[in-house]
């Protein structure tokens, strides 16, 4: 068989792959759920041993400098989890792993306990369930509220699907309930290019919450906005704490102080603390590598 054929057929098996475990949140073995005959729901994601996002040893190097090294992190369903750490920690490189865009070069990255990450590609990674705000908002300014928030619902179509797309009643409902979490239901008919920095973020996130995420991914998400927009981004956070999964990298101390439950640590690539962002804030390495003293 040439290598052409080759890649061809492992495209196509990886293709069955995506589709079931979309379907079955299953990998083709079954996984765990198979010995347990247990139920399983469409779409859902194996969190039964406790855990929604799980890396273990991840290390990735650029050029031989290892900006993510040896990394292990766990994120409960549900969970908001913060993470802090000094520029050049590896907090970005690690979304970059988690959502495909960045290979590492050892280590294990799951989604659920069945999902192994590692073997998709980042439009499928954003397909099983996971969303990733970038820091600076990417909303279709020419656009309105309403036309970016349907825009979401057909990503990921074809160009004849889209063409043909019409909202159904549960996507409508899905659309007013998004505008009422966001806080933007009176600007539904407004030019995105219009609003403030803040309610260009939160248009994003809703974007995002269109797809209804499993996990949603935020890098830096208050950074720009102003103290009033910033409150308001932690109400809206900590209202789509348990029902989504979340990780933010942040380095407004107030807002991780709002917002959190647990903090981690990143520093050199890896955990340096993990806690309460009390018990991280009188971590004596912390103070030295970051919070300064
Ligand atoms: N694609 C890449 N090629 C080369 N080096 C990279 C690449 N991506 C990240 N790095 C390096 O890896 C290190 C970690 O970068 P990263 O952006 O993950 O840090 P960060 O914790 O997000 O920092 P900040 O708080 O400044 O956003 C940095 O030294 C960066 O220069
Ligand atoms: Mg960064």
């Given at each position: 068989m040439t290598p052409d054929l080759m890649e061809q057929g492992a495209q196509r098996v990886q293709a069955r792959q995506v589709a079931l475990a979309l379907h079955t949140g299953q990998t083709e073995s079954g996984g765990r759920a198979a010995g347990f005959s247990r139920l399983n729901t469409p779409g859902?994601?194996?969190?039964?041993?406790?855990?929604i996002l799980y890396l273990e040893n991840v290390t990735v190097s650029f050029d031989g400098f290892k900006a993510i090294d040896q990394l292990s992190l766990d994120i409960a369903p549900g969970e908001l989890r913060c993470i802090i750490g000094p520029n050049g920690a590896g907090k970005t490189t690690m979304m970059d792993i988690i959502t495909g865009k960045t290979r590492p070069d050892s280590g294990m990255v799951f989604f659920?306990?069945?999902?192994?990450?590692?073997?998709?590609?980042e439009p499928q990674i954003a397909q099983l369930g996971i969303g990733r705000k970038f820091q600076k908002p990417t909303v279709f300014e020419q656009l309105t509220v309403f036309e970016n928030l349907e825009l979401a619902l057909k990503t990921h179509k074809g160009v004849r699907a889209s063409m043909f797309f019409r909202l159904d009643a549960a996507q409508r409902d899905r659309l007013a309930e998004v505008l009422l979490t966001i806080h933007l239901s009176a600007d539904?008919?407004?030019?995105?290019?219009?609003?403030?920095h803040g309610q260009k973020q939160w248009l994003e996130i809703g974007m995002l919450l269109m797809q209804d995420p499993k996990l949603l991914l935020l890098d830096e998400p208050v950074a720009g906005m102003t103290d009033e927009e910033t409150e308001r981004t932690a109400e809206l956070f900590l209202s789509l704490k348990g029902k989504h999964s979340l990780l933010v990298i942040e380095h407004d101390m107030s807002f991780i102080d709002t917002i959190s439950d647990i903090v981690t640590v990143l520093c050199d690539g890896s955990v340096l603390a993990q806690g309460t962002l009390a018990q991280v804030q009188a971590d004596e390495r912390v103070i030295e590598v970051y919070l300064g003293r």
């Open positions: 859902e994601v194996d969190v039964t041993h406790g855990c659920g306990s069945t999902i192994d990450l590692l073997r998709y590609t539904v008919a407004r030019l995105a290019g219009t609003l403030s």
